[in-house]
């Protein structure tokens, strides 16, 4: 059974369970109501998520990456009140930074896009796919380099979650470099192309 | 005579409640679009959150709490989308930008290249 | 308690549907708006949900959904017309 079809059954499940839940009951003729409205929504819609052969799942990993994405939403909103109550000018810097991403399935990509938004003070503008670039909006913008750490920050707990082991290598890399970069003071280095 | 579970709601209503003014008075206080997306959906969302949770400890029918969760759920999943679709929108309308914005590269990439 | 307690809540959410209502009229473009009708329109959705913890029945709960939804696609549709037109 593939990726895919696995991804199928659980969407239809998931639909069925949403469809019950809203109907507020769980007799057989809503079950099987909700199923075949399930199969058919998700015949008609196929999910654009691409080739899903490089997803693991590392439970722990997963557990983290949720409570890490609430505790983002909760550090983001902390942030956010600060700057409306407090003397604003005090601390908004806006900014649109570009920032490249190392490869990564079309799971982790989407995950991480919601995941960034969540994120104190960064906010998706535009997304590039060939290359993989998103530019961000930053609400205090310190230095470009902490932009680009704080989304790798963010991908690596997903990557860590359900990606392949070379991507999170891969962002383990891009990391050493940045921060190498940041002692020396020198730019932001470009992306290396050595992940296949 | 006021439960456990009154008092945890109280709370949780409460601040949801505060979140979403703060996100309604961050759409004055900042000086453009893009900023006031920044708090008008991460504030709402979570405010959401907490009084889908609030909510969920008043109901006596479990079938009301699965229809939270999943506005709850909802929520979480549409906001970031909303917003930068809504980001997306004024950057490429032309809206002014803040007076304080220090860094635009986005201005100087190719246009074509994005989708 | 809990009747103090949602009173208090409705009051600032009335307050911050005020100021949304403000944002739309006073919006300087279209994407203002948008964003204000949508903060709108998720007021409305912690108010039902007040509401529901209020009374303790989920009569309204349908109503949260939709207007969740609602909000979601609403906001979606004008975010791409106005990209396309860039209208101010």
Known sequence: MSARTVARIGAVVWLTIVWCAVMESISLGTVVAGAVVAIALTLLFPSRSGNLSGVRFRPLAFLAMNLGLFGDLVRANIQVAWAVIAPRRAGLRPGIVLVPLVPCTELVLQLLLNAVSLTPGTLIVEVRREPLVLAIHVLQLHTEAGVHLEVLRVQRRIVAALGPRATLDAVDARIEALRAAAEHGGPVPDLTEEVS | ?115 | MIDVVTTICLVILAVSAALCVGRVVRGESVADRVLALDSLLVVIVVGVGVQAARTGSGVYLDVLLVVALVAFIGSTAVGRFIERRGTR
């Open chain 2, 1 to 115: 005579m006021s439960t456990a579970a009154d008092v945890v709601t109280s709370i949780l209503l409460l601040a949801s409640v505060t979140l979403v003014l703060l996100a309604c008075i961050g759409l004055y206080r900042f000086d453009d679009v893009l900023s006031r997306t920044h708090a008008a959906t991460k504030s709402i969302t979570l405010g959401v959150i907490l009084v889908a949770a609030g909510a969920a400890l008043q109901l006596r029918d479990p079938g009301d709490t699965a229809k939270l969760i999943i506005a709850a759920v909802l929520q979480m999943v549409s906001a970031p989308v909303t917003a930068h679709i809504i980001g997306r929108a004024a950057y490429w309308s032309g809206t002014d930008l803040s007076p304080d914005t220090v860094v635009d590269q986005l201005a100087d990439a190719d246009v074509d290249q994005f989708d």
